[in-house]
């Protein structure tokens, strides 16, 4: 949780009136469930609440390149008469996606993974292929029509979700699903518009290996968001590859560029992983240096960071516990505004004390009348420190509620000050660059800049490299510090 904004809610309605349209790339006749005025118009809706979900990188020379580059291949794109908007969120996940209107995003994590120029053309013109093809109008009505809670990479319980998705309105934005065929499109798209502005599209297949790779060392059994729902890596390899040649001798390219060293210097020194003014879990405990709280986190639950809530799930998505900022001057008036705003019946309230801070419990339901079996129970806690209200809210089914109410009291009650000097003043991770002195291999580089053995795997990850990779006298490499 960062600055722990809140963002009123949008209303979106579903659109039951439907139309043929042609589809500007394929130019044959779709099913569509909304005109382009009411794309554009969706678009606009929801471009202020991935603002505010994730918060904009604060780089205006990166945001700037991102829209400039960006907008260069929007005009060439199959749908140049729109207006196109490019963002980099400050979020730490590898990610980039595209949202109704012409609304793009890339986050600073993939900006910290892209290796050149080439990289980033490529992936970006991805995600104008996707929304050239409108293939981001159909999602984003299945995502409203059909929302369920999405938790880094888990899927939530239907009912739980309602939470989750009330506490993010712009997170399953973000992690939006395509089906393979449309992927296909959107990689041949970006190899199109890409080479079109005189990039090597090769470099995009080669970063889809490193996006794979970074999940696999990260110990996830599931890709990185960005690849969920892609074509095997493998093949995709293959047919990026096999597209980039055919477009390169199509448009007679003889010198696409990759301008690999002007890119490393472009993010030099952007922020890397987690940042902890941001707020950090960190051995199971979740602390924020800015506004100086701490709390324990259960065990082996998932967890998400934005700026307005904190996220956490079991994996198997029967429990939810998020940390949000509280509504209202009054703990009696935050109670009021979570009953209203989440539909809850209270079951039993009283105030009390949590580490000496004024608080107040509420343990309510949330009634499902047509299945009383998926009825939700809740434990909230208000807390009041330092001028805020804080609000913990631990959700299961009420059948289950007896089996976490201990794990949710353990976080709840562990909130208190944070006064430990290291945690207040941890500094952010951030990407700098290294030159090589002499013909070595990645290893031996890293051996010789004194990075620790244990961070070789993902620094290589880091540089589109392997560790047995040679790299020459010259070469500029990624590595972190502060």
């Known amino acids: 949780?960062?600055?722990?904004?809140?963002?009123?809610?949008?209303?979106?309605?579903?659109?039951?009136?439907?139309?043929?349209?042609?589809?500007?790339?394929?130019?044959?006749?779709?099913?569509?469930?909304?005109?382009e005025a009411q794309e554009i118009q969706?678009?606009?809706?929801?471009d202020p609440q991935i603002i505010a979900q994730?918060?904009?990188?604060?780089?205006?020379?990166?945001?700037?390149?991102?829209?400039?580059?960006?907008?260069?291949?929007?005009?060439?794109?199959?749908?140049?008469?729109?207006?196109y908007y490019f963002r980099v969120i400050d979020s730490e996940i590898l990610n980039a996606f595209a949202v109704p209107g012409g609304y793009v995003y890339v986050t600073r994590g993939i900006m910290a993974h892209f290796n050149s120029e080439a990289d980033f053309a490529g992936v970006l013109g991805h995600e104008i292929g996707h929304v050239a093809a409108r293939h981001s109008v159909a999602q984003q009505r299945n995502q409203i029509l059909g929302q369920v809670g999405i938790l880094a990479g888990v899927i939530i319980n239907p009912e739980l979700g309602k939470?989750?998705?009330?506490?993010?309105?712009?997170?399953?934005?973000?992690?939006?699903?395509?089906g393979r065929d449309d992927e296909r499109e959107a990689d041949r798209l970006g190899v199109e518009y890409s080479t079109k502005v005189n990039y090597d599209a090769h470099q995009m297949a080669a970063f889809f290996t490193t996006l794979q790779r970074q999940g696999q060392q990260s110990g996830s059994s599931e890709l990185p968001e960005f690849l969920s729902t892609h074509p095997d890596p493998g093949d995709r390899n293959v047919t990026v590859n096999q597209l980039a040649t055919e477009w390169q001798q199509k448009l007679n390219v003889t010198n696409p560029q990759v301008n690999r060293n002007s890119y490393l210097k472009r993010i030099e020194g952007i922020i890397y992983g987690e940042d902890p003014r941001q707020g950090f879990r960190e051995n199971n405990v979740f602390y924020h240096p800015v506004l100086k709280f701490q709390f324990s986190t259960p065990t082996d639950w998932l967890y998400q960071n934005t700026p307005q809530s904190v996220q956490l799930a079991q994996k198997d998505g029967k429990a939810l516990l998020i940390f949000t900022l509280g509504q209202g001057k009054t703990l009696q008036e935050a109670a009021n505004a979570a009953v209203q705003q989440y539909k809850l019946q209270v079951v039993e309230s009283q105030t009390t004390t949590?580490?000496?801070?004024?608080?107040?419990?509420?343990?309510?339901?949330?009634?499902?009348?047509?299945?009383?079996?998926?009825?939700?129970?809740?434990?909230?806690?208000?807390i009041q420190f330092q001028g805020s209200i804080y609000h913990f809210?631990?959700?299961?089914?009420?059948?289950?509620?007896?089996?976490?109410?201990?794990?949710?009291?353990?976080?709840?009650?562990?909130?208190?000050?944070?006064?430990?000097?290291?945690?207040l003043n941890r500094k952010p991770e951030r990407v700098r660059l290294k030159t090589i002195a002499a013909n070595t291999t990645l290893s031996q580089a890293f051996k010789d800049f004194n990075i620790p053995q244990t961070r070789f795997e993902e620094l290589a990850i880091l540089n589109g490299l392997k560790l047995t990779d040679n790299v020459t006298k010259g070469t500029l490499i990624k590595v972190v510090g502060q």
């Open 1 to 35: 949780m960062r600055n722990l904004m809140v963002v009123c809610s949008v209303a979106v309605a579903a659109f039951t009136i439907y139309s043929c349209a042609r589809n500007p790339v394929t130019g044959k006749s779709q099913i569509v469930f909304m005109s």
């Open 42 to 46: 969706m678009g606009q809706e929801s």
């Open 54 to 83: 994730y918060g904009l990188y604060e780089d205006s020379s990166l945001q700037n390149f991102v829209s400039v580059k960006g907008k260069e291949m929007a005009a060439i794109s199959h749908r140049p008469n729109i207006t």
């Open 354 to 382: 949590v580490n000496g801070l004024p608080a107040m419990y509420v343990v309510a339901d949330q009634v499902n009348q047509e299945q009383p079996a998926s009825s939700v129970r809740t434990l909230n806690y208000f």
């Open 163 to 178: 939470f989750a998705n009330v506490a993010s309105q712009g997170l399953g934005l973000m992690f939006l699903k395509f």
């Open 393 to 423: 809210i631990g959700v299961t089914g009420v059948n289950d509620f007896s089996s976490y109410l201990n794990t949710f009291n353990n976080a709840i009650q562990s909130f208190r000050q944070l006064t430990d000097a290291s945690k």
